[in-house]
């Protein structure tokens, strides 16, 4: 049992000394000071788990989906407990987001074992088992032996506002994982035959990119960001260079060669190396980041968290977050477009099309395998296709 009072300051204490934000700190005291009041209010006289959770069901904070701010509001009253107890913050690798529901924990392993043994790329089966997960806590069995059609359907419900592709990768990952269930005999073969299949294919859609007019307002300022030099680099890399934001996150210190102004690395998803000349604007933007933003920790890795406790930027939502309201700061118009780093990397692409670069140097850039794939992005080089245009019949 724990004085309130004691806890807040314990907490107060630890967020100044690890160097937490003022902005950070005064989020957090706010959060405290609600659950001061309940707490008072109540005729409470100790703080404990117990009571951390009526208060978690009494605000709102326990069942549905919460909201990303309402998480982290949540997250603000569970550090007080955690680090009068263990002297640092909740571990966040527990988060019920990463998990399946006990039922499906046997048959998740499982088909984990089978993607590894069939060979698939560590990034591929991430991204399978992803699926999965989601699928798993949404399909409304409680094991495998309880899947039916419903239980495909209310899946292919709960992905329906995806993208056609998005929807059709999903959906077959489902089958395929349904189809192993009922090869074991996990589950019956009418659950397998029930996922729809919905024909796609990655190249069916355009992609979406943005002109260097579009892309130059992001560049100007980042009014919301703690980091606006960092972001900068970020964007210019993305957007110039076109490397992908895995590549970009795990970029270290001793990937550049400052005299030669070049960045070199293995690529996250192909595995092959590349090296990138970096243009002057990209270099100074790197090296202004780094000499005057960046915190000065132990770590190689070149691009690191805002607040405190620094460490390297390992999550791609957070990128995704901060191109997202880079656009929106810029006014630039992104309806009916996807606006994430990988947009960034299209631009890339189709800028240096439009420029007149030639398809194997665009290739090699990018990191594409095959020189196939980088004529994708034809699709959207309107000005290279106006010639080929056929006339329109007049009707008689």
């Not at 390297?312 to 309201?325: G, K």
């Not at 996807?338 to 631009?347: E, F, I, K, V």
């Amino acid at each position: 049992m724990y004085d309130i009072d004691d806890l807040i300051d314990g907490a107060k204490d630890y967020l100044v000394k690890e160097g937490h934000s003022r902005s950070s700190i005064a989020h957090h005291e706010a959060e405290w000071k609600r659950l001061k009041a309940w707490f008072v209010a109540t005729g409470l006289e100790a703080y404990d788990h117990d009571v951390e959770t009526r208060y978690f069901v009494e605000a709102g904070f326990l069942g549905g989906r919460l909201t990303k701010q309402r998480q982290t509001e949540r997250g603000h009253v569970e550090r007080l407990l955690s680090i009068a107890e263990t002297g640092g913050l909740p571990d966040r690798e527990a988060k019920t987001r990463y998990s399946v529901p006990p039922g499906f924990a046997g048959a998740y392993r499982a088909y984990a074992d089978k993607l590894e043994a069939r060979g698939l790329k560590h990034v591929t089966r991430k991204g399978y088992l992803c699926v999965i997960r989601n699928f798993c806590m949404n399909c409304g069995a409680s094991r495998p032996s309880d899947l039916d059609a419903r239980s495909i359907g209310a899946f292919a419900e709960a992905v329906s506002g995806c993208a056609p592709q998005t929807r059709s990768s999903k959906l077959y990952v489902v089958r395929d994982f349904l189809r192993f269930l009922a090869k074991v005999g996990m589950c019956g073969p009418e659950a397998a035959a029930a996922a729809p299949l919905i024909p796609g294919h990655k190249h069916s859609t355009v992609p979406s990119a943005y002109t260097p007019a579009e892309v130059s307002p992001m560049l100007e300022g980042f009014p919301r960001s703690l980091r606006p030099k960092r972001d900068r680099a970020i964007v210019l890399l993305a957007s110039v260079l076109g490397m992908r934001v895995g590549d970009i996150k795990r970029l270290k210190l001793s990937d550049i060669d400052w005299r030669a102004k070049t960045v070199s690395f293995v690529q996250s998803k192909t595995h092959v190396a590349n090296t990138l000349h970096m243009p002057e604007e990209v270099w100074l933007a790197v090296a202004d980041y780094i000499k005057s933003e960046r915190p000065d920790i132990g770590d190689d890795h070149i691009f690191i968290t805002a607040c405190a406790p620094y460490h390297a930027m390992d999550s791609s939502h957070v990128f995704h977050r901060m191109v997202t309201r880079a656009f929106a700061d810029a006014g630039v118009e992104t309806a009916g477009k996807h606006h994430g780093m990988h947009s960034l990397r299209h631009s890339a692409a189709t800028n240096m099309l439009a420029g007149g670069t030639p398809y194997p140097t665009i290739s090699s850039v990018l990191g594409h395998s095959s020189v196939n794939v980088t004529k994708r992005y034809l699709s959207i080089d309107v000005e290279s296709l106006r010639p080929l245009a056929l006339e329109v019949p007049t009707c008689r």
